[in-house]
């Protein structure tokens, strides 16, 4: 699929996340790799780098295949898929991921 920018991609990226285990999993698995950065600036050790996307992805891609049953964006588009997850995880961690699929007239599914 070809997107126009980054807003028409959001779209589409919010529409491949529509179940609520989907979405906590992208969470946990940005939570994680962010901890890992985190936790090797602290440190200084450069080699707590190595599983931040070990994690990340395999808890992202594990929702898609088993739980959303599709295929991850990240495949097709991995920076805008990047950029997109990070936005879903502060939209997440603010509570306002609800309002944005309604917003794009999506409805969450549990």
């Known amino acids: 699929m070809n997107f126009k920018n980054l807003d028409d991609f959001w779209a589409f990226y919010v529409s491949q996340h529509s179940k609520v285990l989907t979405r906590r999993l992208h ?3 940005t939570l994680s790799g962010l901890l890992c950065l985190l ?3 602290l440190c200084r050790r450069w080699i707590l780098l190595l599983p931040a996307p070990i994690i990340g992805y395999a808890l992202a891609w594990y929702s898609h295949f088993f739980v959303e049953g599709n295929v991850p964006a990240t495949f097709g588009h991995p920076l805008w898929s990047f950029l997109c997850d ?3 995880f502060a939209f997440m961690l603010s509570g ?5 699929i309604k917003r794009l007239g999506k409805r969450p599914l549990l």
């Open 27 to 29: 969470f946990m698995g």
């Open 39 to 41: 936790s090797s600036l």
């Open 86 to 88: 990070l936005k879903m």
């Open 96 to 100: 306002r991921m609800d309002k944005e």
